[in-house]
C-alpha cells in the first residue's frame, strides 16, 4: 500500500475491527474510526490515543452524514454491521465510499452468503443482498474493489454476554454428538482483514473469502468445556423445538424472531463445516482452534458457565 493511504473503519471497536485496527497501527498505518464512543476508542487504543494515526469520527449508523462527510481522504474502507437488517445501511455506506475515492471495501458478511435461498432465510437474505447490490452496482468504479470475508460461526459468541451457566453440566445443542460444526475466531477475521487492507488492492480484487478456522462436533466442544472447568461435560442432543424453547425464547426481547427461529434450527451443511483450505495460505499461518481462543479467555468462560 501506498506511505500516504489511511483507513475508514466503520465497527472498529468490536470483536472483528479492533484486532484489524490494532494490528494496521502496529505498523504504522493511519486510521480513522466511525465510532458511538469515542472514550471506547481511547480505552482500547490507549497506546496509540495521541497518536496522529488514530482518528475518531464521533457518530451513529442511523445518521450517516458524519461518516458520509468523513469519507474524503481515505483510499479504504472496513465495515462490519452488527444486525439482522443492516443490508440498506450497507449498501448506502459502499456507495458513499466509492463516490468520496475509496477503492477498497472490505466487508465482513457471512458464510451462509453462499447458501442464498431466496427468502427462506432472514439472515441469509440480508448478507446475500448487500453483497450483490454492492457488488453489481453500476455506479461503482470499475477500479474500486469490494472484498467480502464470509465467516462461520463466532467463537466469541460462546463467551457472549447473554451466554447462561451449562443447567446439570450438560451442553445441549441439536447436531447428532459427531457432526461438525464450523467455527471462526474474531482475531482471525481481523487479521484477515488487515492482511487485505495492507496488500495490493489489484491482489484480491472482488475476492469472497470463506472463513472456517475450526471443524469441531459437539461432543469435542464438550471436551473443551470440561477441560476449560475442571469437571467433566457431557453432550446432549435436542430437537430444534427444545432448542428454541431453552435457548432462544429468553433472546426475543432483543433478537427478531425469524432470526431466533432459524439460529435455534440451522445445522451447518458439509460444505460449512469444514475449514477453509485458502484460510492458512492468507493468513500466513494456522487459524485459531475453538480450545486456543476459550483458553485465552478462560477467566470469563468459567463465571459464564459455572454454576
Do not use: C
Request: aromatic share 8%; charged share 20%.
Amino acid at each position: 500500500m501506498a506511505p500516504q493511504e489511511r483507513i475508514f473503519f466503520v465497527g472498529g471497536t468490536g470483536n472483528t475491527g479492533s484486532p484489524a485496527v490494532r494490528q494496521l497501527l502496529e505498523k504504522g498505518i493511519p486510521v480513522t474510526l466511525f465510532a458511538r464512543n469515542p472514550d471506547k476508542v481511547q480505552q482500547l487504543f490507549s497506546s496509540f490515543a495521541s497518536s496522529p494515526l488514530l482518528s475518531v469520527v464521533p457518530g451513529d449508523l442511523d445518521n450517516l452524514a458524519p461518516l458520509i462527510d468523513a469519507l474524503p481522504g481515505h483510499s479504504r474502507l472496513f465495515m462490519v454491521l452488527v444486525g439482522h437488517d443492516t443490508w440498506k445501511t450497507k449498501v448506502a455506506i459502499a456507495q458513499a465510499a466509492y463516490a468520496a475515492g475509496i477503492k477498497q471495501i472490505v466487508d465482513v458478511s457471512a458464510v451462509l452468503s453462499l447458501m442464498g435461498d431466496w427468502r427462506t432465510s432472514s439472515i441469509i437474505d440480508n448478507v446475500y443482498k448487500a453483497e450483490k447490490l454492492i457488488i453489481e452496482d453500476p455506479a461503482r468504479p470499475q477500479d474500486a474493489a469490494y472484498v467480502s470475508l464470509r465467516p462461520g460461526r463466532f467463537m466469541s459468541n460462546i463467551v457472549a454476554p447473554t451466554s447462561r451457566p451449562l443447567q446439570d453440566y450438560i451442553l445441549r445443542d441439536i447436531p447428532a454428538p459427531d457432526e461438525a460444526q464450523g467455527w471462526i475466531s474474531p482475531n482471525d477475521i481481523g487479521s484477515l482483514a488487515a492482511v487485505v487492507l495492507t496488500e495490493d488492492i489489484a491482489k484480491h480484487g472482488d475476492a469472497a473469502y470463506d472463513m472456517i478456522g475450526d471443524s469441531v462436533t459437539p461432543n469435542q466442544r464438550a471436551a473443551v468445556y470440561g477441560r476449560l472447568l475442571g469437571r467433566p461435560i457431557t453432550y446432549q442432543q435436542i430437537t430444534p423445538s427444545e432448542n428454541f424453547d431453552r435457548n432462544y425464547k429468553p433472546l426475543l426481547a432483543f433478537l427478531p424472531f425469524r432470526a431466533a427461529l432459524e439460529l435455534a434450527t440451522y445445522v451447518d451443511p458439509p460444505r460449512l463445516s469444514k475449514v477453509s483450505n485458502t484460510l492458512p495460505i492468507l493468513l500466513g499461518r494456522q487459524p485459531e482452534s475453538l480450545e486456543q481462543y476459550l483458553t485465552a479467555k478462560k477467566d470469563l468462560f468459567v463465571k459464564l458457565y459455572s454454576a
